[in-house]
């Protein structure tokens, strides 16, 4: 036996004409009142082989040479009914019908003729073997009986010809289909193959596109005849820009919209694709030229989380062009794209990183040169002129020399301390050895020692044992960059700082000094404009954010300054941190 995919409606057909002739033929021995076993058990043989070939049509299941031992069946089966009925002398000698007709249904016209024949050859026999005396009538019998082999042998043929062809075209339909769905798999492989082989917003949203127009329309060549509009939309400055398009014009290309209306509000909102056919009219993408002559369009949003990137538009002019297939295709591909458009923006974040490292250690090496410019090369250079002069009033007037040399020997002894403090804040080799804690005490007595700077620190050793190295050398050099603005533009007396916890999973760093003070949004406009005013206040700012931190500087003139910086320690508390920062 052979189970099939699919139905054989050859099968169902003999099947149903089986039913109906039997039947006729118990009908037909009712009615002559020959309704006993003696001439109904070979018709109780067929009820029960055609109960059978019920159940293996509806499990799909052929036997071996089934239209053959059908046949074969029907004609032993309906001669035996025939000749126990009473041949042309029984109520149903009409019987050789049944062969007939699936001889007709199994092999056309030459089947049903076959039949025809065979049963015109067992008809005369029992003729001759029992009523000799209807020799004439048995002709006229055959001759019917072959007139109706050929009638339904050639309905049969027009019949199970057009059966055929409907098969035969449903089969192409689901072999294209089939081939339609494995161009669509193909796609959506090329797909995540590409997208994620490239780290380039550009290419990533312009593959996207690309392969949307050939993952909605795998069967054509020439996906450029295709009216199918496509954009990326992409959040910069809080507003939404095209990131790439296809048969967008220039115009559109220029164009920036709020997100705050018609289908791209609807999808920002709730999150989920979201179809129109009305796109040509909408209160946003409506200014867009070439969505005018679209229809319908499917719309949904680029965001992983709580992150939103944007959203990608795919629009036709046909209202029933985006169907449940195509739907559910765009969803996969809006996926896949949101996962290259996060590794294109971690990577892209990587890149600015590097830079800013660089640059960073670039300001860091200017501020050195700065410093021991100011600093310890004036001291040299002043301990140069002093010790010349030391030189000329040794022989003139030896005590006032004397003096001089005192002063040099104590700039020499300043000077000292200043390049000693420098080399501190440029590796603090107590902080690898002893801690936070340890190398915030040194820099509060070397700022003391040096600049005559008062400096009181509070820490709470619980907090630094719950920190990693790397993390406590951020928090130092964040100190450090907000006592030395202190310390140079503040005039501040004293400096305090604390470190505290602030909520659970969470710390508080606060650096207060009790100086000038200043005006803190004029030097954030410089900080947007990267100027040079504002290079303290840029370390502070990147260096927070190295430690997932949040920076609140407040100043008021003439009152002093407070820097606060809120330092997650777990991953939950920067997420909580941060979300209610957006809130």
């Known amino acids: 036996m052979r189970t099939f995919e699919t139905p054989y409606v050859a099968d169902w057909f003999a099947i149903s004409l089986r039913w109906a002739v039997m039947l006729g033929l118990v009908v037909s021995l009712a009615l002559g009142g020959t309704l006993s076993f003696a001439f109904v058990w070979p018709l109780a043989v067929m009820i029960f082989w055609n109960m059978g070939m019920t159940i293996l049509a509806s499990l799909n299941t052929r036997i071996t040479f089934h239209r ?287 830079e800013r490292m660089v640059e960073v250690h670039e300001e860091a090496r200017k501020k050195l040169a700065r410093d021991l410019h100011d600093g310890p090369t004036q001291s040299v250079a002043a301990m140069a002129m002093r010790i010349n002069i030391a030189r000329r009033m040794v022989e003139k007037d030896t005590k006032t020399a004397l003096d001089e040399l005192t002063k040099i020997e104590e700039l020499a002894h300043r000077t000292t301390k200043e390049i000693r403090h420098m080399l501190f804040t440029l590796r603090p080799l107590i902080l690898e050895s002893q801690g936070l804690n340890a190398a915030l005490k040194s820099m509060a007595d070397k700022m003391r020692e040096t600049y005559n700077q008062n400096v009181v620190v509070s820490v709470d050793e619980n907090i630094t044992s719950q920190m990693e190295m790397g993390k406590q050398g951020v928090i130092f050099y964040i100190i450090e960059e907000a006592v030395n603005n202190a310390r140079k533009h503040a005039n501040a007396a004293n400096i305090w700082v604390r470190f505290k916890m602030f909520q659970q999973g969470a710390a508080l760093l606060e650096i207060e000094d009790d100086g000038v003070g200043f005006d803190v949004d004029a030097v954030n406009q410089a900080y947007d404009k990267r100027s040079s005013s504002s290079l303290g206040m840029v370390n502070l700012r990147e260096r927070t954010e190295l430690v997932n931190g949040l920076l609140n500087v407040q100043s008021t003139i003439g009152k002093g300054t407070k820097v606060s910086v809120y330092i997650p320690l777990t991953e939950e508390a920067a997420d909580r941190l941060h979300h209610a920062k957006l809130r």
Request: proline fraction near 3%; glycine fraction near 8%.
């Open 68 to 354: 053959q031992v059908n046949l074969i069946a029907d004609v032993i089966l309906s001669g035996l009914f025939f000749w126990v009925q009473g041949g042309l002398a029984g109520p149903a000698s009409w019987a050789a019908l049944l062969p007939i007709l699936t001889g007709a249904v199994y092999y056309d016209f030459l089947g049903a003729i076959s039949v025809a024949g065979a049963f015109s050859i067992i008809s005369f026999v029992w003729v001759q073997a029992y009523e000799p005396r209807r020799a004439s009538l048995s002709l006229f019998w055959i001759a019917g009986t072959l007139m109706l082999g050929a009638l339904f042998g050639f309905i049969g043929t027009q019949l199970m010809s057009r059966m055929r062809l409907r098969r035969q075209m449903w089969l192409d339909a689901e072999e294209k289909r089939a081939r339609v769905q494995s161009e669509r798999l193909r796609a959506i492989y090329e797909l995540t193959s590409t997208l994620t082989a490239t780290l380039s917003y550009k290419r990533v949203l312009d593959s996207a596109l690309d392969l949307g127009y050939a993952a909605l329309n795998p069967d054509q060549n020439d996906t450029a005849s295709d009216p199918l509009v496509s954009a990326v939309f992409l959040f910069r400055g809080g507003q939404l820009r095209v990131g790439s398009a296809r048969r967008f014009t220039s115009a559109d290309l220029r164009l920036n919209f709020d997100g705050n209306e018609g289908i791209l509000k609807k999808v920002f909102d709730e999150g989920e694709p979201t179809f129109s056919r009305d796109i040509g009219y909408d209160p946003e993408l409506g200014r867009v030229i070439a969505l005018r002559n679209c229809t319908s369009a499917y719309c949904f949003p680029l965001r992983s989380g709580f992150n939103v990137y944007g959203a990608m538009v795919f629009a036709h002019p046909d209202s029933d062009y985006f169907t449940n297939d195509r739907r559910n295709l765009l969803d996969i591909i809006g996926r896949q794209a949101v996962v290259a458009i996060q590794n294109a923006r971690l990577y892209q974040d990587l890149v600015e990183e590097k």
